[in-house]
């Protein structure tokens, strides 16, 4: 394990001897089976395996839960070591920002400014902040995200293309439980009443892409989702929205497949899922009945 960056410098140099490509996989602890599936895909992709535990001050407003973010590093990296992961970089906050705050960063831009960066002003740029100084100490070939956050990850996108950084990124689709909950570091807040009512999200999820493929127009798509949360009274919902997939921007008419992006407070606790929904049928309808 790397807890310096001379430490990570050294584990790298060992690694890049003897491994032709490197995966990194950023992660800010509490690791699950969501990261063991981004850490079994970059195994996939590589030749070895950095991850990073990183608990990242920067993408956290005040009055979030950064005093209280879960922390399981035993078990993190017992999860590591079972993955075959080559080198876990886990450093403290003065050694990815010496200087302390960093005066320079990356800035989020419009799509930072959306939706989760709407309820979570100077989050996205945090976020990116941290994920190109991760690029620019381990050097990855590619790097792998989770779908789950999937404004995050069209963001990191955006920031390699827009910035040129010589790194591929990878998305991971979401694990569930087996009822359906989208795994976050985060359920660990969750009693059973709340995990229960937690459900609404995935079922607005999959309500939407039930319509969808029954061929029901976007604006009735988004009402089954809705109407799913509304029915759940132990949740307070933030946004449910249909977008498109890429710019996160409304759907264009005629679109054949929209992201249905949700956010709700389950008690004290903020989640968020999504789902692809294909509007394939309605739209084939509608071109045939004009
Ligand atoms: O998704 C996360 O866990 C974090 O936002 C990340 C990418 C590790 C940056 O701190």
Redesign the pocket.
């Known amino acids: 394990m790397a807890r310096t960056r001379s430490e990570l410098a050294d584990a790298l140099a060992t690694l890049r001897s003897a491994s032709s490509r490197v995966a990194l996989v950023?992660?800010?602890g509490a690791m699950h089976e969501g990261h063991r599936a981004l850490v079994a895909r970059a195994a996939e992709l590589a030749d070895a395996v950095v991850v990073s535990i990183?608990l990242?001050p920067l993408?956290f407003a005040p009055g979030e839960d950064l005093g209280k973010y879960p922390k399981t590093f035993a078990s993190d990296l017992e999860l590591c070591r079972a993955e075959g992961v080559a080198v876990v970089f886990a450093p403290t906050p003065d050694v990815v920002y010496p200087a302390g705050e960093p005066l320079v960063r990356v800035a989020a831009g419009p799509l930072g400014a959306v939706l989760e960066g709407a309820s979570r002003p100077g989050h996205f740029d945090g976020?990116l902040t941290?994920?190109a100084k991760l690029f620019g100490l381990v050097g990855p070939d590619v790097a792998v995200?989770g779908e789950k956050?999937a404004q995050?990850f069209a963001l990191v996108a955006q920031m390699v293309r827009d910035l040129d950084m010589p790194v591929a990124i990878e998305a991971v689709p979401i694990v569930r439980t087996a009822a359906g909950l989208a795994l976050s570091s985060r359920n660990i807040y969750l009693d059973a009443p709340a995990a229960a009512a937690a459900l609404a999200l995935v079922g607005a999820v999959r309500a939407a892409v039930s319509a969808g493929s029954g061929g029901a127009a976007a604006d009735q798509v988004l009402s089954a989702a809705r109407a799913v949360l509304a029915a759940e009274a132990h949740i307070e919902v933030d946004y449910c929205v249909l977008v498109d997939r890429e710019t996160f921007d409304d759907l264009p008419s005629g679109a054949r497949t929209g992201l249905l992006l949700v956010a709700a407070r389950v008690g004290t606790t903020r989640l968020i899922d999504n789902g692809v929904v294909e509007l394939r049928a309605s739209v084939e309808k509608s071109e045939a009945w004009s």
């Open positions: 950023p992660t800010m990183f990242n993408q976020v941290v994920v995200f956050d995050q």
